[in-house]
């Protein structure tokens, strides 16, 4: 039972209004400094009161940065990743969950694990793999000295090269999967009712329907909020794509912003930088506003 009184009351409306205000406070600096011309932008303090320049701003970091197509690469790789991960962690949540076979708890686990590994942890293999997909092959075949064989009887020289630098498959790929989306699929795919597998056998629905047809639809909201949390995260990845495009063709929004920063020397243009945060900040902020309501079903729902 919750208790309501009118001072409990008081104290919960200014916590929350506390915790407004230092949530949106940084938003607020922000737009204000992208508001004002380069002189206003580095006094000290920096005026408070939003200034006249802010579309003349906003205008300049878009064309210097080129923002139009760093934005259609960062939503294709955050929407890339995004749908590879509930793909990908769907399907593994459902064959650990419904099917019967010896070690399947000894691999959810290893998976798990893999939560203690962020990406920064384990970036040199990865980024290994991306330069060359087919190099654990080669180093195999040059172990068991295959490499030799072949060249030493077939006059041919062995070097199975196959990078994915510099392009989408190379971005989105190497993220695709994650312990969290699997973790959470789990433990919702196991709130469902042993009849509901039954009926669906007795209705002669194989694994495939039965994942399509009636687990899959009673997880969207769990869809839903693992697609938001992974299109947010790819979108403000920064480390990933600065290693694996070093064309700016398929540099992301989030990485060119350091364009818009000047280099040792220069003048910190802190007005044109803030106007490109808002501008790579605000597909985020319109996708969690139309995600928020299956954002926090998935999150917190319970019924079936």
């Not at 498959?169 to 509901?196: C, H, K, S």
């Not at 938001?228 to 920064?238: H, K, P, V």
């Amino acid at each position: 039972m919750i208790e309501r009184t009118p001072v409990l009351d008081v104290v919960t409306q200014v916590v929350l209004a506390l915790g407004f205000v230092v949530a949106v406070l940084p938003f607020v600096v922000v737009a204000v400094a992208a508001s004002h011309d380069l002189r206003d932008v580095n006094l000290v303090p920096m005026p408070l009161i939003p200034g006249g320049h802010f579309l003349e701003n906003l205008t300049e970091a878009w064309t210097r940065a080129d923002l139009g197509h760093k934005l259609f690469n960062s939503f294709v790789f955050a929407a890339g990743v995004a749908g590879g991960k509930v793909i990908v962690s769907a399907l593994t949540a459902y064959a650990i969950v419904f099917f019967r076979f010896p070690g399947r708890q000894l691999i959810f686990w290893s998976i798990f694990v893999t939560l203690m590994l962020p990406l920064e942890v384990r970036i040199v293999p990865t980024y290994a793999v991306a330069a060359n997909v087919l190099g654990p092959y080669q180093a195999i075949l040059d172990v068991t000295g295959l490499t030799w064989l072949i060249e030493r009887f077939a006059g041919v020289h062995v070097d199975l090269q196959f990078g994915l630098l510099n392009s989408y498959t190379g971005l989105i790929l190497p993220l695709v999967a994650t312990a969290t989306g699997t973790f959470l699929y789990r433990q919702f795919f196991l709130t469902l009712p042993d009849e509901l597998v039954e009926a669906a056998k007795m209705d002669g629905a194989g694994p495939i329907r039965f994942f399509f047809d009636m687990v899959l639809p009673l997880s969207r909201n769990n869809v839903a909020a693992l697609a938001t949390i992974m299109f947010l995260w790819a979108w403000n990845q920064y480390l990933w794509p600065l290693l694996v495009t070093t064309e700016p063709s398929h540099a992301t929004a989030v990485t060119e912003l350091k364009q818009l920063i000047p280099n040792v020397g220069g003048i910190p243009e802190w007005n044109i930088a803030m106007a490109g945060t808002l501008i790579v900040m605000a597909p985020t902020l319109v996708v969690v506003i139309v995600m928020q309501r299956w954002f926090v079903r998935g999150l917190i729902a319970t019924e079936k």
